[in-house]
């Protein structure tokens, strides 16, 4: 697909609608027909729009949509370089926006995993993607959900049944081959966990080559009920990578869910993470952590949608800022009226490392509930002078004290987590950015 360079953003998106009528997928025509619908009346937002006034993503964007984006196949044959060492997995692989089934290994048992090709899955008429796929996630109101929901290239599809404890996690490996030509890669995953089972889900991306890359990821999630959904993001990319991630978690009567983000590079990252909490008794726990240098924007956008009474939910995201570089947090909890007995906490914290790093924050609360516990808080400021002092003190050279304390400000967001091997492994790449950092 084509598009004539164009330099406003009202052209660019009437140019993206028009190219999607000249385009023929190969599912989903009705569900995508009405997002570029929806797609259309929002238009890509610009500086003006308040969710997005910290994030000129569009406007670094542009350049690459008016070009054009249709198929950019890759030479890659193997997946070795970008695999979690030790962790022993479910692989699942994406290349340049497409789902690489030769390149994938499942090797749990099938009475145990389902993965699908999500075109695949659509095509079969699979009773779980027509109740779910495209429902969750928000396409109405948020342009980028839209743009994915209409020009997804390839997704998965995967379906955990009742009564399951899976025996091995689930690791989605995106790599993005961008040595030749920019890369456009809408992406979908869609992923049900049955009632009483549980199962763990690790998302990693990669770019190689300095062209620039937009990923645009949609994950719609649900989490059955007295079922457990474990999830880990990490995002370390090399290169010009933009992103816009969007992941809708739908929790059922007793669920419980942990999930982590680790934002390390790249040049725009959007993450915009949603909790529905639409059962009681149920149980989150949602950390994040993103360690910035040169001249990268990360941006995560939560939500808590607690919509039944009697749940828990607990959210800590922690900052560590060097160089040009700029994070915003905003995170919103929402009581819903009936949602009585809800415990929720929220904390954002930040460390600026350079008097050019920045951080926007804005926690907010939203309650129409009054027999709740609910309270959020940010904090922003440097290293601790005295803490500083008495290592030195005690020998430690400069550096390696700022990187002894910064790790113990970062390390309290892994300590929940369970898998060794995964743990190991973010522990690493943490301690090598502090090191490179400072």
């Given at each position: 697909m084509t598009?004539?360079?164009t330099?406003?953003?009202?052209?660019?998106n009437r140019?993206i609608?028009?190219a999607f009528?000249r385009t023929?997928?190969?599912?989903?025509?009705?569900?995508?027909?009405e997002?570029i619908?929806h797609f259309e009346?929002l238009?890509?937002?610009g500086?003006?729009n308040?969710?997005?006034?910290?994030?000129?993503?569009?406007r670094?964007?542009e350049?690459?949509?008016s070009a054009?984006?249709?198929e950019?196949p890759s030479?890659?044959?193997d997946?070795?370089p970008y695999?979690i060492?030790?962790y022993?997995?479910n692989?699942?692989?994406f290349?340049?926006?497409?789902?690489?089934?030769?390149?994938s290994?499942i090797i749990?048992?099938e009475n145990q995993?389902?993965?699908?090709?999500?075109?695949?899955?659509?095509?079969?008429?699979s009773v779980l993607?027509r109740?779910?796929l495209?429902?969750?996630?928000?396409f109405?109101?948020?342009?980028?959900a839209?743009?994915?929901?209409?020009?997804?290239?390839?997704?998965?599809?995967?379906?955990?049944p009742a009564n399951?404890?899976?025996d091995?996690?689930?690791?989605?490996l995106?790599?993005?081959d961008?040595n030749?030509q920019?890369?456009?890669?809408?992406?979908?995953?869609?992923?049900?966990i049955?009632?009483?089972?549980?199962?763990s889900?690790?998302?990693k991306?990669?770019?190689?080559?300095m062209?620039p890359?937009?990923s645009s990821?949609?994950?719609?999630?649900v989490?059955g009920?007295?079922?457990?959904?474990?999830?880990?993001?990490i995002q370390?990319d090399a290169?010009?990578l933009?992103?816009v991630a969007s992941t809708?978690?739908?929790q059922?009567?007793?669920?419980?869910?942990?999930?982590?983000?680790?934002?390390?590079?790249?040049?725009?990252?959007r993450?915009n993470?949603?909790i529905?909490?639409?059962g009681?008794?149920?149980?989150?726990?949602?950390?994040g952590l993103y360690?910035?240098?040169?001249d990268?924007?990360a941006?995560n956008?939560t939500?808590?949608?607690?919509r039944?009474p009697?749940s828990?939910t607990?959210?800590?995201?922690?900052?560590i800022?060097?160089?040009n570089s700029r994070?915003?947090?905003n995170?919103k909890?929402?009581?819903?009226?009936?949602a009585?007995?809800?415990?929720?906490?929220q904390s954002?914290?930040?460390i600026?490392l350079?008097?050019?790093?920045v951080?926007?924050?804005k926690p907010?609360?939203?309650?129409w509930?009054?027999?709740?516990k609910c309270?959020h808080?940010?904090?922003s400021?440097?290293?601790d002078?005295e803490a500083?002092f008495?290592?030195q003190s005690r020998?430690?050279?400069?550096?390696?004290?700022q990187a002894?304390l910064?790790?113990?400000?970062a390390?309290?967001i892994l300590?929940p987590?369970?898998?060794?091997?995964l743990?190991?492994y973010l522990h690493?790449?943490i301690?090598?950015?502090?090191?490179?950092s400072?």
């Amino acid at each position: 697909m084509t598009m004539s360079s164009t330099s406003t953003t009202h052209d660019l998106n009437r140019e993206i609608a028009d190219a999607f009528r000249r385009t023929e997928f190969p599912s989903s025509r009705e569900l995508r027909e009405e997002a570029i619908h929806h797609f259309e009346k929002l238009g890509l937002p610009g500086n003006k729009n308040e969710e997005y006034r910290f994030t000129p993503i569009t406007r670094a964007l542009e350049p690459m949509l008016s070009a054009g984006f249709g198929e950019t196949p890759s030479p890659i044959t193997d997946i070795t370089p970008y695999l979690i060492p030790g962790y022993e997995c479910n692989c699942i692989v994406f290349v340049n926006g497409q789902y690489n089934e030769k390149l994938s290994r499942i090797i749990s048992p099938e009475n145990q995993l389902t993965v699908r090709s999500l075109h695949r899955a659509s095509e079969e008429k699979s009773v779980l993607v027509r109740d779910y796929l495209g429902k969750l996630v928000d396409f109405k109101t948020d342009a980028f959900a839209a743009f994915n929901t209409a020009f997804w290239k390839d997704g998965v599809f995967i379906h955990v049944p009742a009564n399951t404890i899976l025996d091995k996690p689930i690791l989605v490996l995106h790599v993005h081959d961008a040595n030749h030509q920019p890369v456009i890669s809408p992406t979908r995953l869609l992923m049900i966990i049955g009632e009483r089972s549980e199962a763990s889900i690790v998302e990693k991306f990669d770019t190689i080559g300095m062209h620039p890359v937009f990923s645009s990821w949609v994950d719609e999630i649900v989490v059955g009920e007295k079922a457990t959904l474990n999830y880990c993001k990490i995002q370390n990319d090399a290169g010009s990578l933009y992103q816009v991630a969007s992941t809708l978690i739908h929790q059922h009567d007793g669920s419980k869910v942990n999930t982590f983000t680790l934002t390390l590079r790249g040049k725009i990252i959007r993450n915009n993470f949603t909790i529905a909490v639409d059962g009681e008794r149920c149980e989150s726990h949602f950390y994040g952590l993103y360690l910035l240098d040169k001249d990268t924007l990360a941006d995560n956008h939560t939500t808590v949608d607690h919509r039944q009474p009697n749940s828990f939910t607990n959210e800590l995201y922690k900052g560590i800022m060097n160089g040009n570089s700029r994070g915003v947090f905003n995170g919103k909890i929402y009581v819903r009226p009936h949602a009585q007995k809800t415990n929720a906490f929220q904390s954002n914290r930040n460390i600026l490392l350079s008097d050019t790093a920045v951080v926007h924050t804005k926690p907010q609360l939203e309650i129409w509930a009054d027999d709740v516990k609910c309270s959020h808080g940010c904090t922003s400021g440097q290293l601790d002078e005295e803490a500083l002092f008495y290592l030195q003190s005690r020998g430690i050279d400069k550096a390696n004290a700022q990187a002894l304390l910064l790790y113990a400000f970062a390390g309290e967001i892994l300590e929940p987590m369970k898998e060794e091997a995964l743990k190991k492994y973010l522990h690493s790449i943490i301690s090598e950015r502090l090191h490179k950092s400072l």
